[in-house]
């Protein structure tokens, strides 16, 4: 009987998602909303990934001491 009411209450929350999902989309279609809000935070987004692009190129310093990554000389052995 409990998994029958735990059934039930699973249904009801995905009925419930769905109708909240289409009256949202139904509000959107009218109003228009969140076209242009989308379009400003991407755009905002992007600015400020360049911005932290640029400023990450030019705070670069060397990341590896003078001693690593130096070539060393190779013998084969046979």
Do not use: P
């Not at 699973?10 to 009256?23: D, N, Q, R």
């Not at 959107?28 to 379009?39: A, E, H, K, Q, W």
């Amino acid at each position: 009987m409990k998994f029958l009411f735990i059934l039930f209450l699973i249904f009801l929350f995905m009925v419930f998602a769905l109708g909240f999902s289409v009256i949202r989309f139904i509000f959107r279609l009218f109003t228009g909303g969140g076209s242009n809000r989308n379009m400003e935070q991407q755009q905002s987004q992007e600015q400020q990934y360049r911005a932290n692009d640029s400023d990450s190129r030019n705070n670069s310093s060397k990341m590896f001491s003078k001693d690593e990554g130096e070539y060393v000389d190779y013998e084969e052995i046979k």
